[in-house]
């Protein structure tokens, strides 16, 4: 399928579908950290940039066959750009309530809250998670390098309007990277907004697989259990860490040199880069079944190694 892929275990929600609404990076930022790649274009003109029609009759044809909706948990709307640009976002989110029957999550980078049409697209959604990652302007530009048309104030100030209209939940996803974003001052100030803005949760993340810049690092334990507890003191939100993977357990070998197989796998680390212990969690399989679908991966040049971190990692 082109525009879903999955299911894969998300160590935050579940068995996740992905529904990715974007044929290429578009996005309103070029994030520093960022596991998939530079942003094809940076921009903020929302339009159709995959056909509609497409997408619901993709999600029509995975939820017709039988026992689709008991293998997932929720429905993730993601993706390789910031999901919210596709014009279609409110229809996508109101067709599967319709025919998925589960929780619809949308991962935004939120730069795009302020704007009345997209708060209002989305507020069918179960689940919205927005990042803020700065909340100063040096250090938005520095970590998230965003698109002349994206303000910082507007960014925040929507992210609030959207915690107060909202009727579901919104967790706020806080990415810190080692000397960019996170000295005192930059958690002062990350905090005062945190404490504005109110969100139902706050998930505190760093880089943890290889991302755009080579120098985007991530941030050490210690330090980030140290800022957790000091948002949490001073904003009275929960601070979720979101650095360890739980998965959950693998299944029994599969038959290996399935094509769908390959094809689930290969779609997986178009998104993001992954080591086999990622593949095995996210898709329930046995390390020898990965293992075999990455040697023939690997071995067609459908997919390069690279070593980040002392581990091993897998990419388109």
Known sequence: M???FGPVNSRRLGRSLGIDPLPSKFCTLDCVYCEVGGSTTRTC?????APLSEIVAEIDEFFSKPGAVENIDVVTITGSGEPTLHSGIGTIIGHLKKVAGK???VLTNGTLLHLPEVRQELMAADIVIPSLDAADTRGFRRVNRPAPCIDLKDVIKGIATFCREFA????LEVLLVSGMNDSPEDIEALTREIRAINPDRVQLNTVVRPPLESFARPLEGRRLQEIAAEIQKNCDRKVELL???????VAAVSAPGSEELDERIFRMLKRRPCTENDMCEALALHPEVVT????RLLGSGRINKMTHNGKIYYQV
């Open 292 to 295: 075999d679908v990455v040697a």
């Open 168 to 171: 579901g939940e919104v967790w």
């Open 45 to 49: 003109e929302r339009k159709e940039y």
């Open 243 to 249: 650095v360890s993977f739980q998965g959950k357990d």
């Open 103 to 105: 929780p619809v999550v």
């Open 2 to 4: 082109k525009y879903i």
